[in-house]
């Protein structure tokens, strides 16, 4: 069935370092890959995304990487900063009947120590 | 703009009892989704909406639970009779096309 795996549960680093978090997803029929960071008691935002004809793109601090034959993607903060500090979700898609649900990983806990 | 807005922002009832969610999606989105976050576990969907139409309803874990959407603007979520295992938090997302914009959830405790 459909799966996102999603590493590490939890991750903490120093101010200034580089964070990366990794997905896997079964579903070879993906073709959206969207990340979301949710504060505490905040709703979860949607912080970059990338599809599948493309392998890499990039906003600032944050990229995302994708290998298609691999079924791997990846998120990637750098410079990170206390404020990144919250748990970051991956999910893939795929249009099925005209429905875009979202399987999301299980979540990785980011804290960023000052 | 105004974002995904929910209704309540917590709700606490009994076993047995029943309760209704609200969800009300980006002005001009039609499709609209259900996910639940249960126990600090993984984001899990629920149903998808297009308009007034149920698109896809397969993560809905049973017949306790039932979503409308009339009219084809906000929607609602019903659990009926609710069981100690529905607790968590409920979330509602619209999109127009791929980009799901989420709501703050609703978080139900069921005791």
């Known amino acids: 069935g459909e799966n996102v795996e999603q590493h590490p549960s939890t991750l903490s680093v120093q101010e200034g370092d580089s964070a990366v978090i990794k997905c896997t997803y079964s579903d070879s029929a993906s073709n959206y890959f969207p990340w979301y960071k949710q504060e505490l008691g905040k709703r979860p935002q949607l912080i970059i995304d990338?599809?599948?004809?493309?392998g890499e793109k990039k906003d600032q601090r944050i990229a995302v990487t994708l290998n298609k034959t691999a079924k791997h993607f990846s998120l990637h903060i750098t410079e990170t900063q206390p404020e990144d500090s919250a748990v970051y979700f991956c999910?893939?898609?795929?249009?099925?009947?005209?429905?875009?649900?979202?399987?999301f990983g299980s979540g990785t806990r980011l804290l960023v120590r000052p | 703009e105004a974002g995904v807005t929910q209704f309540p922002s917590h709700s606490v009832i009994e076993k047995g009892q029943t309760v209704t969610l609200r969800c009300d999606p980006i002005?001009?989105?039609?499709?609209l989704y259900w996910y639940r976050r249960v126990m600090g576990k993984e984001i899990k969907f629920l149903l998808h909406?297009?308009?007034?139409?149920?698109?896809?309803e397969s993560g809905m874990p049973n017949n306790r639970f039932l979503a409308e959407r009339t009219g084809g603007t906000y929607s609602t979520l019903k659990v009926q009779p609710a069981e100690l295992e529905d607790s968590g938090v409920y979330f509602c997302a619209s999109s127009q096309v791929n980009e799901q914009y989420f709501g703050p959830g609703t978080r139900l405790t069921v005791t």
């Open positions: 909406f297009v308009k007034e139409s149920k698109q896809d």
């Open positions: 002005s001009g989105h039609d499709n």
């Open positions: 999910a893939a898609s795929y249009r099925r009947d005209s429905s875009y649900k979202l399987i």
């Open positions: 990338i599809r599948s004809n493309v």
